[in-house]
Structure formats: structure tokens, C-alpha cells
């Protein structure tokens, strides 16, 4: 048994469900460490910084604290040795890149008494209102390799508060970056990563895509005086499994809330995530095709889809016949991770209807529906032979808005491309249905055009921005 143990197994009364774990946290100085090592919690948390850390007097001593405390004299090695022996959990989280090695070095020497689960954390990215992360994540890692790999490896995001949080989210950009980090350095399980509970409410799709990309788990915090709906802890208990959710929650009411009714969350949500559950993208109903050599192409959750290129493309598992309505729903939000200009008429997404050869990704046959980054909108024929060329455009203004939601319809003689621009896509509330068409058009499906089964394919004209698909569903005899 060592520091890398699973955390639920070490603690048996868990019975594997993380929100009877119980956390003390910020136990930095002597007193709130005995306070904390005197009271029933399991998983005691504390933070590390070098002694005088910023100032004139720095120097490489790891003591416990928070950059610019008044209380930050007790040496990490003290605090360790404290815990140790108790059959207490320990988090560390390490507050700059100057502390890493030496607090690590600290541990090293005290691995063969550590015997209890240990989490190294660290924030590496900025957050939503966080400033620049005062660790370099990089560093961090190659050192937790290096030094101290048996343990449960725990990342966050920098973040701060605002009176208004309702806009506020992890954005796609930041668990996007989060992930080619983890897939760049080869990380692997045990991996937690550490949310604050504030800034969940438009979070926990972005979220749970990561998890679920990653095979990772998920602790929430909260901060005294963060204002956080009940509603969006259940939330979280609804879309994480117990095993894989932790709750580190300073406000011991809103804490017991959370364990009695972790359970039954479903029935404590917001209406608008019930609502998200009916139009849930359903990854096994989709098959992936293309060059599969490309690494990290197609991303897929039960919350999302995210495409990163165009040499791979995704295609519905079942075939229809266009003798009735067929609609292809959707939602698409492009992002410029490559940091790479929008080429017009290019750069956006294509949505194939009646493919009869799609083998080859770059000369798709069918009628391709195209969605432009731009706000051009097209229906055309994609590498048809013995048809006569047809193509109809249309241009939607999306002014600032990177987000479209669209359907695309077969009706058997024509389709009917229909396209509302989403000012923001990240929202619990941008869930809610519009209640009218920004754009509509339709263009006749040429005689000769196949009636046999087909599939509706997806794929990125160009690679110069990634595609996050929600929504994505089709329905049969809409009228």
C-alpha cells in the first residue's frame, strides 16, 4: 500500500462514492492542522510555498501557506511528519514553481512512511476570472515524474469571483488545453482535476468531456463566501458517477445536502438540464471515419463531440431512406485553438446528406450543407456525377458569435437548411430552443439523386478551427 493507493478503497465507509469523503481544508498553520487532525475528516489539505516567497528573503524552505499570508512559518516537512502517522489522506497543493522540487524532494525522503493516499496538486492554466498561474506546468510535471510519480496527480485552473457569475464558465478553449496538456505529457490515472463549485453552473458538459477524455476524476471546491445553488451540486451528482466525484465543500449544511441527496439528484436539477438529457449526443450511435493514424481527431462524450480536423469525419451509424421527413439536429461552436485566420467560404463545417462515396475524405459524394465560420450558408452538390450542378447560398451575420444551432432536413424532393446564430453557446440557459428561424432556405433535390439508405456525415472543410457538436440527434416525420 502506498501514496498512490485509490483514495475510496483506502477509506472503506466511502462504499466508493466521493461525497462521503470528508476534507479539511487550508490547514496551514499548527493549530488548524491539530484542530483538523482532532475532528472526523479523512483528507487534509494544505499549501505549500517557499519561506518569504516574493520577497528579498526568500529562501528554499517549503513552509505552509499561501503567497503574501501572515501565517505561512510552518515547515512542510513539520506538517508532513504530523499527518503521517495518523491515517489521514494529504493534499498538498503547491502555490509556485519555485516550491516544486524541493517540496517533492521533502516527499521523496518520506516515502516509506507515507501509507495513505497523497494528492500533488497544482493550478497550471488560467481560469475563468483566474490570473496566470504561478506554475509552470510543464515544470511540475517533469518533476512529479521525476521525483514523486506514486501519487494521485491533481490539476486546476486559476480562478477568481465576480458579483455576476452568470456568464461565467470553464470554457471549451480551457478543457481543450487542458487536455492536449494530459495527452502531451502521457499522464495517466490516478488523475483528478479541481474545479471551483462557483463557476459549475455553465461548466459541467466542458467538464464531463474532459473526464471522460481523460479517464480522470473530479474534485469541487468551494471557497467561504462563494455563492453556489444547491441545484448545481446535484447537477454534478447527476452527470458524474459517485466513484469519480469528490466534494471538498467549506459550507457543512450545503455539505450534508450533498451526501443525503446525491442519490436522487435527478430530481433536484434544474429543468434545463432534464431538458439537455433529451438532446444528449449519443456516441455510440456514430462511427468514425477518415485517417486514423490522426491522433486526438475526434473526441467524443456523452456531452460532446469535438472534431480537430478535416482528414476525419464522423457518420451515423444508421442508414435512412428519404421517403419521409429525416431531420439532422444540432449545434456547433468552432474555436480557433491553432490560432489560424478564417478563410471565407472554407472554414466551417459541412453536413453531407445522401452520401453514396465517402470513403475518400476529401471527395465525399452526396449533397453537402455547409455552415461557414464566416456566416455563409450553402447547399450544393458534392462530386456528383451525371448531375447537373446545383447551389444555393444564403448568409447569416454572426457578428462576435463563434456558435450556430442548425437543422438540416430531408423532406424526399428538397432540403431545408435552417441556421440560428447563438450569441453564446455555454450556458445552462442557451439550452433553451429558439423560438425563431435567424435563416431558412431550401433547394430541390435533383431527380436523379439516389432514394436508396444513406447516412448524414459530419467533417470540417478545412482544419484551421476545431468544431464542438452538442445536440446532435436526428429525428424521423417532423412536419
Known sequence: MGPDINTLYFF??????????????????PQLLQKSLQTYVDMIEG????KGQGTETQS??????????????????DWLTTITPTGKGIKIDIQSTDAVEITLQTLKKHKDKIRVPLWIHADIFKGPLGSEPSVDGTRFIKHVQRLFPQCTLSLGWTTGTHTDLSLVSYTWKMVIAMYHFIHEHELEPPLVFTVRASMMHNSVPQIKWLTDNTRSSLLVWNSPGDKVLAEDFMHLAFKFPPHNLYFDIQDKQMGEYVRENRHVSKDKVNPLVL????????????VKMGLHIEQHSILPSEEAIVLTTKTVYILTKNKYKPRNLITLHGRVQFL???NKDVVNGETGLNIYMRPTGYSDFENIVGIRCFIG???????????LKRVKDFK???????????CFRFSVQDTGNEIVMRVNVRHNCETLESTIQDEEVHAEFKVPIPANIGIDQHPFILKLEDSNRYAVLDELHVKYNQK
Open 47 to 50: 499549501d505549500v510555498m517557499l
Open 12 to 29: 472503506p465507509h466511502t462504499s466508493d462514492d466521493g461525497s462521503k469523503l470528508k476534507w479539511s481544508h487550508g490547514a496551514n498553520t
Open 60 to 77: 528554499l524552505i517549503p513552509v505552509m501557506g499561501q503567497p503574501h499570508s501572515k501565517d505561512s512559518e510552518m515547515p512542510f516537512e
Open 336 to 338: 480557433n485553438i491553432k
Open 373 to 383: 465560420v464566416d456566416g455563409l450558408l450553402q447547399i450544393s452538390g458534392s462530386n
Open 392 to 402: 444555393q447560398t444564403h448568409r447569416i451575420t454572426p457578428g462576435t458569435s463563434n
Open 275 to 286: 431538458q439537455r438529457e433529451t438532446v444528449i449526443f449519443k456516441p455510440e450511435a456514430w
